[in-house]
Every structure is written in structure tokens, then in C-alpha cells.
């Protein structure tokens, strides 16, 4: 790729700023960079920015981001990565980067671009930090030593008049208020990245017994010990339905699930596993209703593409995924960590054809009423009209 090598050495943009705003966005891999944050960089750009976007590469899609007009600067970040010298040495290579760049504003996304980003944002003395925070994640799914480091790392890292902070569920928010980490006026709450609701419409229910996607990474802390428990408790009552994993085990996450279990899982017949898949729009055209008993999110993107796929939806009562199911109505919400709650909400669902029809038109209308791609650009365009003041006249709401 023609620009990964800077990924050696940073070197200062040979053109000028100009007037244009020049926005920087940190994520952590390429693909989650065009998975969910990609409609904001466009609404960025064509709101009068220059943007562009630094990030490691898995699946070798830099010159998909290329193809948008962005710059694009290769990191060597690892996620699951934990050796301090590793670590020092990317907040080096970071603060190298945004004093070759001097952008505006840096927007950062994902745990170790806010932590570390954010620390050399300030010894750059970058004017403007926007971080991006997606969910806490296993961080912060359980008390103890774990979380009161987690916390303390914020803190240090974080702090200060220069950031702001976007979140996606108010219990994340207010968990950083009472941290100490952010002050309200640092903090606003917009839910989810958003879906496509154009690509993403109601279809009808395939033919067969009821299919219950689960479309995530295969992690522990996404309930998938709960799930295949409450697939064996299904098949004990005699319960016809297809349980399907769309997604894969994540070496970089503490928490995945080695891929032999998985196949185990699936030599047993409880789960069916499609795989890592590109192109979810199939993948929910397939699907009876969806499922997950994930117990922390930010706002699921999954659930959102469900919503808007008409799809009912059995999840979790936990931060985030309450932001997008209305017990009842859209949706149920069972207990986490609970395989029998779960089996019998299932069980329920796929009994039920009618109901989950009513509950797939009320998901719909929730997703375009509150969760549609512009909302989110609109309101991550006035953080920055926030941020940039009126010196900065070309950002603007999108129309």
C-alpha cells in the first residue's frame, strides 16, 4: 500500500491546512474502521474536512478506505497485546504521528486509541480530542482489581479540557462522570454508530424451522456459554429450531473462544457456525429472529441491522442492549448470565410467528425513528461545530 510507509517513519503532510478543518481518526483495525465509523468520516468530509484515518490492518482493506478520499496511515498496533515496551512504544510512534500532522482535531475509537492516543494527544498538545467510546467491554463487565485499573488508566490518560467524549449508552457515561474522568459538559450520548436503513430492509421470514442468528464475535462475554446452554436445554424439550454463530473466534480478545470448541459445539449439533461474513444483508434475509446474550455493549450494531431488518430480537438486560429493545416490544429482554431465561425467550419466539412479525415492524420503525446512519452523522457533526466553534463555518449538518 503506498502509504504504509509511513508506518516506518512519520513524515509531515507537504500540504498545507488551509482552512480546512484537518481531522485525524485513530481505530484500532482497518475493518472496523469501514464496519463503523465510515459514515461519519464521510459526513465529516463532506461537511468541509480533511480527514484522514490511522489504523493496523487484518484483513488488508487500506485501499478500501483510499477509495473514499481519505489518507490512509498504517499502524502497527496489536490489540492483544499487553508487553510494555510494545505499548510505549506505539504511544511514541502516535505522538510522532500527531506532530507530524498537527491535525485539529484527533478522533479517537476503541479502548487502546483512546488510552493511548489521548495521553499522546497531550504531550503533542493537539488542541482538540474526540474519543470515541464504543463500549467498555470486558474492562468493565465485572467488579475488582481488573475495573479499578481500567478506571485508573482512564483517568490518568483521559483527563483534561481538551477531550471530548462520545458515548453510546448512558450508563457508560455516567460510569466516566462519577470516575472522575470526564465532566458532563465533556460528555455527550449518542447511541450506536447507526445502520444503513436503506440496505437494510424488512424481508420475509425464510421457510424451515426458526433460524436465531447470533451475528458477533465469538467471545465468552458475548453469553455464547449461555447460548450453547440454552441449545441443549431447547433440544431437551423437543424445541425444531437452528441456533447460528455468524462470526469468528478473536485471538486479540482476552475472552475469545478457541475455534476447537466451537467445532466441538458444532460436531454436537447445538450451533451452526457461518463464519466471519462480510456482507451481513444475506446473512439477516436467512434469519427468523436474532439473538444475544452479550453481558456489556456499547449499542450492538447487530442488534441495530435486526431492528432494521424487521427482525424480533432476544438479548440481554444490560447497558446497551436495553438501549435498542423494548421488552415486549421489539424485542425480549432476559437476565444475563441466565441459560434458562434465555431458552424459555427463545422457545417463545419461535412458537410465536405472529409475534415476532408485530415485533419486527415495531423494531423497524424504532430503527429509522432513532437509530438511522445520518442521525448519528448529524450528531457527531455538532460535537464538533462544539469543539470547532465559528471559525470553523464549513462544518456543517448534513442535509
Excluded at 46 to 71: K, L
Excluded at 242 to 271: H, S, Y
Excluded at 346 to 355: C, G, K, Q, T, V
Aim: a positive charge.
Amino acid at each position: 500500500m503506498k502509504r504504509d510507509r509511513e508506518s516506518a517513519g512519520i513524515v509531515p503532510d507537504p500540504q498545507p491546512a488551509g482552512k480546512r478543518p484537518q481531522v485525524l481518526i485513530v481505530v484500532n483495525v482497518e475493518w472496523f474502521f469501514l464496519s463503523h465509523r465510515l459514515p461519519v468520516a464521510l459526513g465529516l468530509q463532506r461537511a468541509g474536512c480533511d480527514v484522514e484515518v490511522a489504523a493496523s490492518v487484518e484483513q488488508n482493506r487500506g485501499a478500501e478506505i483510499e477509495a473514499h478520499g481519505f489518507r490512509f496511515t498504517r499502524l502497527s498496533l496489536s490489540r492483544g497485546s499487553t508487553n510494555p515496551l510494545r505499548e510505549l512504544a506505539l504511544i511514541w510512534r502516535l505522538y510522532r504521528l500527531y506532530r507530524a500532522r498537527r491535525p485539529d482535531v484527533i478522533h479517537h475509537v476503541a479502548v487502546k486509541p483512546v488510552l493511548y492516543g489521548s495521553l499522546a494527544a497531550r504531550l503533542a498538545r493537539i488542541p482538540h480530542v474526540v474519543n470515541a467510546v464504543p463500549g467498555l467491554g470486558y474492562l468493565f463487565s465485572s467488579a475488582g482489581l481488573r475495573r479499578r485499573l481500567a478506571t485508573a488508566a482512564y483517568r490518568i490518560c483521559c483527563r483534561g479540557p481538551r477531550n471530548h467524549f462520545i458515548f453510546q449508552n448512558p450508563e457508560d457515561r455516567d460510569g466516566f462522570i462519577d470516575a472522575g474522568i470526564a465532566t458532563r459538559g465533556q460528555a455527550t450520548l449518542i447511541r450506536g454508530s447507526g445502520v444503513d436503513i436503506r440496505r437494510f430492509q424488512p424481508w420475509p421470514e425464510p421457510d424451515g424451522p426458526p433460524v436465531v442468528l447470533m451475528a458477533s464475535r465469538i467471545l465468552w462475554d458475548k453469553g455464547i456459554a449461555e447460548l450453547i446452554e440454552a441449545s441443549r436445554l431447547l433440544r431437551a424439550r423437543g424445541r425444531a429450531c437452528r441456533i447460528v454463530l455468524a462470526g469468528g473466534p478473536d485471538p486479540a480478545n482476552p475472552r475469545t473462544v478457541r475455534e476447537d470448541e466451537l467445532r466441538a459445539w458444532v460436531a454436537e449439533g447445538l450451533v451452526e457456525w457461518w463464519g466471519h461474513q462480510h456482507d451481513m444483508v444475506p446473512v439477516f434475509q436467512r434469519s427468523t429472529f436474532v439473538v444475544l446474550p452479550s453481558y456489556r455493549e456499547g449499542v450492538p450494531k447487530a442488534l441495530l441491522e435486526a431492528c432494521a431488518a424487521g427482525r424480533a430480537i432476544v438479548t440481554t438486560d444490560v447497558p446497551g442492549c436495553r438501549e435498542v429493545v423494548r421488552h415486549g416490544e421489539n424485542g425480549l429482554l432476559v437476565p444475563p448470565r441466565n441459560s434458562q431465561a434465555l431458552a424459555d425467550a427463545i422457545d417463545e419466539l419461535a412458537s410465536n410467528p405472529e409475534r415476532r412479525r408485530r415485533m419486527g415492524e415495531a423494531g423497524r420503525a424504532i430503527a429509522v425513528a432513532h437509530f438511522s446512519e445520518e442521525s448519528v452523522v448529524d450528531a457527531t457533526l455538532e460535537v464538533y461545530r462544539g469543539i470547532l466553534g465559528p471559525q470553523w463555518p464549513a462544518v456543517r449538518r448534513t442535509a
